[in-house]
Each structure stands twice: as structure tokens, then as C-alpha cells.
């Protein structure tokens, strides 16, 4: 009798809350550190800060924790705990051209000025369950990174910044669209409410704090053939990008740390628009190493910007409204809310039809 | 290997309880499995250009990185085949390595980088520059099986069209191509077809590769993990690309282009991009046969 506010309804939904809690601590191991959590579990507090839209680590993982590992929830909790915050200002626009790169790909071109740089990935491992890992401990760790770290040479250089390839692609006015600075005001949607036809800050702001799988989704609906744009990955880049203010009084930029992003840009055919064929840009950037949410992204940039939607993934609209996963998971669990006085209204409607179409029946066998 | 020759050796061939290091059996996939892909490759050759549903089974590489050319090349290895991987006509790059290691650490076979000594190429997006023989088999990787998908999105109307023989949107798509921008705009999976009855989807090969399908000595193997499908062109087949009298199928213009390091001027060419600036260099995509030529060169 726990689940309606009827009487007992409050105790019974007091002890519902701490046995939630109490699940994630009746096993026998050891209490779950956020230390861990934030360095062992990192994509996860990845993915929890760019769809909860704060970057906060510490939090991030404290959240993956206290969720007992559900994104959707933790994700909920930083952003619940972002409106807590107030909006003290807007940083300085960054140019990811000066990220300090950890991996950074083309798939448009075999080689590029400065490089491929596979960096942490899985991408090339087998999926095989690491039995080894069930032994995991301290001395097996150092035994792995001293193995890691046994060839390389200690005085490899590394680059500051490594140039972009849609750059090298727009230079030769190849790509559709130049690189400028965007004229139009900003529209903060965290301040206000989307408008349709959205401007395209607001769409890649929606975009960067949306639900990765939400995203894939569509995305992945537009790469099998639901309005194809035929995507190619022109670059993909992890690393760390400077965070910039500007000077409350003097206005000054100063940089006051740095924030894990994941950029994709992908290169989509070609639409022959003023008569000269040429490439379009689709652009994805989200908070941590989330590549799936990069590249979703990108192509779902590219698609929403299509002259004549065609399908789901290319409508701004349909986008946007569904790929937030906090709004999503709220509404979707909110039907578990009591909707007795609906369905008791619904029921009034649906005897009166069925007692009108029994009359109807006797009438016709009459 | 002729197939009888190839079916007697497999029966005779250990089971896959041999005591082999990995704790895998031999080929990955277990033996039903590896039965379902050959059963599947025998209707699609003997149906040239039909998409046959089969059952694809996970692999520990991820979908859409060629996992249906990895159950296909699983299912036909012996230990003593010899066997090349290439990923954009490069034995090096990521997707090849990746996937020779994994058959090397199920089916432990020798690796070559020649196309001539192979027995099995598996390949992503290329056909070798040599030309391959009737004892050859080529297994190409699919991230698209259906060639009409990009008429019409919904599968079932796709096999309709299919089983009708009911092509006019696709002949319809590529006459407004050439009316929109003057000549057919696809540049690679160009669609083919085969034996004169389906139309096929050739995998994202350039269109270079295209003209290396129609009545070859070797037998072509496709493979869609994630679709769920494989198709084959058996040797000697008719394969003929899409085409207008008056608009002709044409290969990728590599004209005053060679290659930087072996000198070829017949290959299909990756364009490297040298500098900030932007300067451009010319290296042959088959790196195997760059290789080759670079070391014959080399020695006289």
C-alpha cells in the first residue's frame, strides 16, 4: 500500500527511498570511493557530465554513485544541482585548433599534417572478457605500466596544436560553409525556452546536453537509409580545450583551467546550392571523450540543417524535443504517478460508449 | 582448393575440441554457426546479387567494423590458409590489424601481405590492384547491403522491389542525378548488375574496382554482419554497372597522377595531404602491391 498518498503513504514511500540507498551497500564489498568512480569508471562521469550539461568530475562521479550506476539518473542529479548555481558569466569562444590533443583521427584522409593520433581508445580492441582482471590488483598495475612505458623515448615532442583538416578542405573552398564567428546573438537555452525554426547555436547547445543513445538513434536511423547524408568523418578530436573569461572588471581574458571535450566534424555530400558543388560541415561537441555523442551529433547537425526534411533525423523539431534524456526519463517514469482521476474519467467515457453500442445492437436486432 | 577438395578436408579435419590455446574453438563461431555462413554462401552463389538473411552472430569487434566479412572468412579458413586482410587497400591500417589479429588468435593462420600468395583476402572498401585467381577467394567487407536503400529506407519494400525486379526508382534517382549536376553523382558503392536480374550493391569499393568484378576468375564474397545478409558473385559472372548510353559508367580520373614512392601511374591513388599548405602527394592504396613494385625497383 505504499505506492498513493492514502493514509501510511508517506512512511511507506520514506522506506522506499532508504532501501534504494540500502541496496547499493548490503553486499559484503567495500564502500564504492567517488575517487574510483572518477578514475576508473571516467567514460561513464563523461557521459553523466555532458548530458547532465555541467562539467564537474567530482560531482559527476558522486552522482554515478549515489545513482548505483544508472546515467539517466546521475546525469538528472548534476543538472538538478547545476540550477542551484548562479550564471556568473559566459567564457570566451575557444578554437579547438588549440586543444591539447589526447587523440585526434581523420577517416577522410590516410595521413594529415601532424598526424593520426590514436590516442585511449577501445576501438581496436577485442571484445573478449579480460579474465585477468578478475585478479586485479596493485602489483599486476605496476607490472602493466612499466611495460607501457618501457620503450618510449623520454624526449618525443609533442606539438601545441595540430591544424584542421576541414580547414585545409575549406581553404580550397571545398566545404560549403566559411569559418567565421557567429554574428548572431547567443540564445541560452538554459535561460530560455527553444523556438522553432531554432538558430543553430541553440540546436548544437541542445545537441552537446543530450542523451547519447537518444542521439545515436537518430543518427543511426539517417546512416541506414531514413534520409542518408552519406557522412564522412573529416576529423575527431579528445583532448583539453582552455577555459576563458573575461575579466569581471578589467574585461581582461584570463584562462582559469581547462575542460575534456570530444569534437567531430563530418563532410557531407555535396548539394550543388548556387550551382557549385561542394561539401557541407556537420559539427558535434560534447564535455569528456564521448564519441558516439560527437560524431551523433555531427550528423545530426548536418541532417536538421537539410533543405526538405525527409524524415525524423532531419526535422529540427522531432530532433531536439527528444534527444534531452532528463526531460525524456522524467516523463516516461512520471506514468507511474497515480492517474487515478484520469482513468477514472476515461472509464466513465468508455462504459457510456460501450452502453450506447449495446442499445445500438438491441436496436438493430429489434 | 576445389570445394569437394575443401568439403573432404574439413570433415577430416580435428573438431573443435582440440586443445587449442585461446579456449576458443577453432574459427571463433561454433561449428553450427560456421555451418549456417557456408549454407548461406551456397544460396547466394547460386543466386548472384541476392541478399540472403542469414543469422549473424556477435562478434568481439564491433558491428559495422566487418564483422560479416570476419564470420565469413571464420567460417572458410583451415589452418593452412594463407590469408590477407586490408582496410582501404592498406595491410597496416587499424581495421585490417585488428581483425588479423583476432583470426591469428582463433584460427592461427599464416598472414601475407601479397595478394598473389593468399588464399582468402578480406578486404574493407578496395579490390587488390593484381588480378586474383580462380583459386582465390575475395571476402568483402558490407556496411550497406541494400543498393535500392537509398530509393526507398523500408526493407520490406526494398525485397519486393527485389523479387519484382521492379527498378525503375533507381533508374529514376540516377536520371535526376544527371539532370541536378550533370552526370551520376555517386562516387563509390556504385550499383551494379549482376547476371542481369539483380541490382547489387558492390560494397564501398571506388569505382575503380568496379569493372574487377565483371567476369572474373575469383569468387566474390560479401558479407553484412549488422544487416544480417550475405551475397556473392560466383566467377564469371556479368557484373555491369548502372549506366545511360549517353551517360557512361566512368572510373576515378587519376590522369598525370603517381605515385610518390613506387612510381606506378595505373593504381587507384590516396591523396595525402603534405603540409599546412596543403600540398598534395600521390601514394598507390594497394600498399601490398606499392610494396612489391617499390622492392622490385629497388633491387635492379
Known sequence: ?366 | MQMREWLDHNDARPGEDDDRATGYPFGFMDEGAKREVRRSILKAVAIPGYQVPYGSREMPIARGWGTGGIQITLSLVLPEDVLKVIDQGCDGSVNAVNIKKFVQAVADVEITTDTRSATVIQTRHRIPEEPMTAEQILVLQVPYPEALREVEPSEAETRRMHAEADYSRMWLFLYEDIVKYGEISISYRFPVTVNGRYIMDPSPIPRWDVPKLHMADTLFLFGAGREKRIYAIPPHTRVEPLEFEDHLFRVEDFSGKVCARCGASDTFMDEIIDNEAGERLYYCSDSGYCDKRYGQCNNH
Open chain 1, 1 to 366: 500500500m505504499g505506492y498513493v498518498a492514502v493514509k501510511g503513504g508517506t512512511e511507506a514511500i520514506e522506506r522506499a527511498c532508504r532501501l534504494f540507498a540500502h541496496e547499493r551497500m548490503k553486499g559484503e564489498s567495500g564502500p564504492l570511493e567517488v575517487k574510483q568512480v572518477k578514475e576508473q569508471l571516467y567514460l561513464a562521469v563523461d557521459r553523466v557530465m555532458g548530458e547532465g550539461g555541467l562539467y564537474a568530475p567530482d560531482l559527476a562521479a558522486l552522482a554515478f554513485k549515489q545513482a548505483a550506476g544508472d546515467t539517466f539518473e546521475a546525469s538528472f542529479m548534476l543538472r538538478a544541482y547545476r540550477a542551484t548555481q548562479a550564471r556568473l558569466g559566459y567564457s570566451l569562444p575557444v578554437s579547438t585548433e588549440r586543444m591539447r590533443v589526447v587523440r585526434r583521427i581523420s577517416s577522410a584522409f590516410k595521413d594529415i599534417p601532424g598526424g593520426q593520433i590514436l590516442g585511449p581508445t577501445s576501438d581496436y580492441t577485442l571484445r573478449l572478457l579480460d579474465f585477468d582482471l578478475l585478479e586485479d590488483d596493485d602489483a599486476r598495475r605496476k607490472a602493466f605500466r612499466e611495460r607501457l612505458f618501457a620503450d618510449l623515448p623520454a624526449d618525443a615532442e609533442i606539438p601545441g596544436t595540430f591544424p584542421k583538416v576541414v580547414a585545409i578542405l575549406r581553404r580550397e573552398g571545398l566545404l560549403a560553409e566559411a569559418a567565421s564567428m557567429p554574428t548572431e546573438e547567443l540564445f541560452d537555452i538554459t535561460r530560455r525556452s527553444l523556438t522553432f525554426p531554432a538558430p543553430r547555436n541553440a540546436a548544437l547547445q541542445t545537441m552537446a546536453r543530450g542523451e547519447t543513445g537518444g542521439m545515436l538513434l537518430l543518427a543511426y536511423s539517417s546512416m541506414r537509409g531514413y534520409g542518408n547524408i552519406h557522412p564522412i568523418l573529416g576529423e575527431l578530436r579528445v583532448g583539453y580545450i582552455p577555459l576563458t573569461v573575461p575579466h569581471p572588471v578589467t574585461g581582461e581574458p584570463y584562462t582559469i583551467g581547462e575542460v575534456k571535450v570530444t569534437e567531430a566534424e563530418v563532410v557531407a555530400r555535396f548539394e550543388g546550392k548556387n550551382g557549385m558543388p561542394q561539401f557541407s560541415l556537420g559539427y558535434g561537441l560534447c564535455f569528456g571523450q564521448n564519441e558516439i555523442k560527437a560524431i551523433s551529433m555531427a550528423v545530426l547537425d548536418r541532417c536538421t540543417r537539410s533543405d526538405q526534411p525527409s524524415c525524423p533525423a532531419e526535422d529540427q523539431e522531432y530532433v531536439l524535443y527528444h534527444i534531452d534524456g532528463i526531460e525524456a526519463m522524467g516523463f516516461c517514469n512520471h506514468w507511474k504517478l497515480p492517474h487515478y482521476v484520469d482513468f477514472l474519467s476515461d472509464l466513465d467515457r468508455l462504459r457510456k460508449a460501450q452502453k450506447i453500442a449495446r442499445q445500438e445492437e438491441c436496436h438493430a436486432d429489434a
